[in-house]
């Protein structure tokens, strides 16, 4: 392969950047790890030998490259970087539990709710654009890396994606919803489920309501409205594979 | 008062930066407030008329500062910031629920794990010392406010807490406890509750199982645990206020 280069979103590869995510993408998808980059300050302990090991075991080039991790990080201290493809595996759009983030814009949001539907058994994905670039290096750091362990799928649109599924039930989670979370009982669902979320700022477009049921987190007047984090958390945990 | 200084957790004082975060504490808190910085830059629109109109009826004094404000927030888009006490009410020993964090460290996850508590009528805190700065202007940010809305208390140790309380139910949650929150029902509780969370690396103690009920939240074995405000959220969210 080509030299590395700084990350940017037309690559076709990311970075899990640091000792801890460069090991949980050896593990949790060793076949698009295309490179491991170490620094010459890395110590020799068991974290060290396991991702050797891995390296060896899944013939992936290993190379000390202290330059290159201080560019890639902007930090000094940064040991050990994994370069990933970005290319895994489509979702499957029969699976029982798709999470759809419709405009996702905040990066430490996205990772955490990545890890949160690895936790629940949402394990694809639909990202609707326009939308933040899921492979930023921030978001695989934020998912722990959560992000190689899912299917993740982007759509130009939600026409796009409803025209590529069929028999799903969607819950779009909106604010105003006649339907409180609650009261509906979300294990008896038989039809696979998909849980719709909006951007951060704005929630979905209020039209989003007539594609399914439109679902209310039940929360007092104090706030205007849930971190969407916390809100796609609670969903999902509501949703969960039992 | 004497002259406002940068942060430091050793004032009596915080600051809530931005014109966002000013209009909540005058809102929420207006008797905290000692003062109100502008910027020459800051638009004079409804905003703007609203914070002024906020201060003339408090009485809080205004002043120009735009040198302050970069100083204060380390950015030149800063336009407006509250300088607010600490000092604010002591946390309700009786009420029906507290969030009780131990040994949280997480700037972040604080601000969140704050908004949803107000969110879901959690409105007494304590905070289990060692724990992170919970006045630092950037949690105050991340909580959009929040944390001018709670009555939030700091105590030396677990004991320390529970010496000043009495009749409440703990629930502890951790990671490998036998009761799952589903199938606990907490709106059933009649005693006042306390939902205790651990540090977002090491979780609770094993041993402060013995001291109420320990809770797992159920979540399935790809990721080691949940992000400490998602977890916070789920549970807050089953015990909220009805």
Redesign the interface.
């Known amino acids: 392969m080509p030299p590395l280069e700084p990350y940017s979103a037309s690559l076709d590869y990311t970075y899990a950047l640091g000792l801890y995510p460069a090991l949980e993408a050896l593990t949790r998808a060793p076949e698009r790890v295309r490179r491991v980059l170490l620094s010459k300050q890395l110590n020799r302990d068991a974290a060290y030998e396991k991702l050797t090991a891995l390296c060896d075991k899944h013939k992936i080039r290993t190379e000390t490259a202290d330059r290159l991790l201080r560019r890639l990080s902007g930090k000094d201290n940064c040991f050990a970087a994994a370069a990933v493809s970005k290319h895994g595996e489509e979702p499957n759009m029969s699976a029982p539990r798709h999470l759809v983030l419709h405009n996702p814009m905040d990066m430490?949001n996205a990772g955490?709710i990545l890890?949160?539907a690895?936790?629940?058994?949402f394990e694809d994905i639909a990202i609707i654009s326009p939308a933040l670039d899921i492979y930023d290096p921030r978001v695989v750091r934020a998912s722990?890396g959560?992000l190689f362990?899912l299917r993740v799928g982007f759509f130009e649109s939600m026409d796009d994606y409803l025209s590529r599924n069929s028999g799903r039930q969607l819950y779009l989670f909106m604010l105003d919803s006649a339907a409180a979370l609650s009261e509906i009982n979300p294990r008896k669902d038989e039809a696979p489920v998909s849980l719709v979320f909006g951007n951060e700022g704005s929630g979905l477009p209020a039209e989003f309501a007539s594609l399914g049921t439109p679902v209310r987190?039940?929360?007092?007047e104090?706030?205007?409205s849930?971190?969407l984090?916390?809100a796609a958390?609670?969903g999902m945990?509501a949703f969960?594979?039992v």
Chains 1, 2 share one sequence.
């Open positions: 430490g955490t890890r949160t690895l936790g629940f058994g722990m959560a362990s987190i039940e929360q007092g104090a706030i205007d849930l971190n984090a916390i958390g609670i945990y969960r594979r």
